[in-house]
């Protein structure tokens, strides 16, 4: 067994109803104004007037910059940069999936230390500690309020960039399950699928140590035995909950095993074509579980078991199996099987694979992974 570490620098609340406890983690945090970063999406069905409701009853100045969007650009960071130096605020509160959080970060970073998005861009560039961070997701997908990483494009070049810091890690995360009991089907299925790759990914990372593996197996079994169950019925509490906590024990494990050619080659897919990540992570995810499979070393037994919807994984098991069962896990949900349904072109595969091979992911991938692969990957999920 090789040499490891880690730890988990944060305070988790977990359970139904606990949005409610935020004045006492804004007290805890000593912030007696608030910054709140999310997206339009999560104003227009009120869930952003209910946060700043709880925040303004408990005596706290609340501010807000609502202008997210998926795969949020430098320019983003920088407008909501300037609403934070204006507010007054000492900390910022995310609130929303993948987007809002990585803003928040960068944020932090930058009200922080000051410079550009892209002098931190890379692994552990952040100097220290950046102001406080409070995350509340509404997404059982990201697991970003457990993450080192930070991930912002480039519209100039359709790059995105990732900063990785364990100096990014919220300091404190609030887990309701309440928050994503009224997803639409289509973001639970995706969000839910990209929760359960970012455990898978970690399983079979280079960089797996026991620690990851406990988060990640017991993040695969959450997911796994209730995602069928949340895609039909949003409202189903138990299966609410086990999507919620699976989620962020995914994100705990992948921040410090990392992941693999899925995520390296989603990102181009989102910052060229403007793909939601998760669809992009799912639509992936099959055939290079099916070209890691020369590397397996008895784990896809293990995930297939997590995954079959009560299968057993007899003596006859083999890893081809398991890609089979996730692609017949897309098509339950509703995930489209090819990159091309969702408008992907082959003409933007060459620059795909030059970004993705920019990706420290790359090695951490259980099989060694050439630009020619990732090529052909593309080609075939085309």
């Known amino acids: 067994m090789k040499d490891f570490s880690f730890k988990i620098p944060q305070d988790i609340i977990f359970g139904k109803g606990c949005l409610n406890r935020l004045p006492e983690v804004l007290k805890s945090a000593g912030c007696d104004a608030v910054y709140l970063i999310s997206d339009p999406g999560l104003k227009g ?28 650009t430098i320019d983003i960071v920088h407008a909501a940069l300037e609403g934070y130096k204006a507010s007054g605020a000492k900390c910022v509160v995310a609130l929303g999936g993948g987007s809002p959080m990585d803003v928040a970060k960068a944020v932090g970073i930058l009200a922080t230390y000051g410079g550009k998005v892209t002098d931190y861009v890379g692994f552990q560039k952040v100097p220290g500690p950046t102001i406080p961070l409070i995350a509340i ?6 697991g970003s309020e457990v993450t080192a990483s930070s991930v912002i494009t480039d519209a100039s070049t359709n790059y995105k960039m990732a900063i990785i810091s364990y100096n990014l890690i919220p300091s404190y995360a609030l887990l309701d399950p309440e928050m994503i009991m009224s997803l639409p089907a289509g973001v639970a299925a995706s969000c839910g699928v990209d929760a359960f790759i970012h455990a898978l990914e970690a ?17 695969m079994e959450l997911i796994g035995g209730s995602i069928r169950r949340f895609v039909a019925s949003r409202d189903n509490e138990e299966a609410a909950c086990s999507m919620m906590l699976g989620s962020t024990l995914a994100g705990i494990s992948f921040a410090w095993a990392k992941l693999g050619n899925v995520h390296a080659m989603s990102h181009p897919v989102s910052g060229f074509f ?28 293990k995930i297939y078991s ?8 007899d003596d006859s098991f083999t890893p081809d199996m398991l890609a089979d069962a996730l692609r017949q896990l ?16 082959e003409d933007k595969i060459p620059e795909m694979t030059a970004d993705a091979m920019k990706s ?6 259980p099989r060694q992974t050439t ?7 593309y080609r075939k999920t085309l």
């Open 330 to 345: 897309n098509r339950e949900l509703g995930i489209p099987a090819t990159l091309s349904e969702v408008g992907v072109t």
């Open 306 to 313: 997590y995954i079959a919807n009560g299968k057993i994984a």
């Open 45 to 72: 069905v009120g869930v952003v007037d209910r946060v700043e409701k709880i925040i303004t009853e408990a005596g706290v100045k609340c501010s807000d910059f609502l202008d997210v969007q998926p795969n949020p």
């Open 274 to 301: 403007h793909v939601a990540h998760g669809v992009a992570n799912s639509i992936l995810l099959p055939n290079i579980v099916e070209f890691n499979a020369l590397a397996d070393n008895g784990r896809y037994r």
């Open 203 to 219: 399983y079979v990372s280079k960089e797996a140590n026991p620690f990851t593996d406990a988060m990640a197996e017991k993040a």
């Open 371 to 377: 630009s020619k692969d990732v090529e052909m990957l």
């Open 360 to 365: 420290g992911n790359i090695l951490t991938n």
């Open 137 to 142: 997701p509404t997404t059982a997908g990201t």
